[in-house]
């Protein structure tokens, strides 16, 4: 079984840069295409990236176009998600996720395993 473990939620400034890393563990990381979602209080889960599983395909969901990078380091089996430029409505639990089918999978929520999440709060 494949586990995926999110750290480097926080607080943060509007304006300010924080970077999501997602650990894996198990099945081959390679072998999966990634991404993220996130959750704000009161709204559905939303796509917000994903990565190809030889990370030469990159997704983006409209609101952070331009300000997030999503990437992978498949030596050291982790998923990133570098978020510049952070805004109050940045703010929710992201998610990460994994699906073996590819990025259609990743991108449609139709993913093979997800993490628990980390809180990512943005101050105005």
């Known amino acids: 079984q494949v586990q995926l473990v999110e750290s480097g939620g926080g607080l943060v400034q509007a304006g300010g840069s924080l970077r999501l890393s997602c650990a894996v563990s198990?099945?081959?990381?390679?072998?999966?295409?990634m991404g993220w979602f996130r959750q704000a209080p009161g709204k559905e889960r939303e796509f917000v990236a994903a990565?190809?599983?030889?990370?030469?395909?990159?997704y983006y969901a409209d609101p952070v176009k331009g300000r997030f990078t999503i990437s992978r380091d498949n030596a050291k089996n982790t998923e990133y998600l570098q978020m510049n430029s952070l805004k109050p409505e940045d703010t929710a639990v992201y998610y990460c996720?994994?699906?073996?089918?590819?990025?259609?999978?990743?991108?449609?929520?139709?993913?093979?395993?997800w993490g628990q999440g980390t809180q990512v709060t943005v101050s105005s």
């Open positions: 198990g099945r081959a990381f390679s072998t999966y295409a």
């Open positions: 996720t994994a699906a073996y089918a590819g990025v259609p999978a990743v991108r449609r929520g139709d993913s093979d395993y």
């Open positions: 990565i190809s599983w030889s990370g030469d395909r990159l």
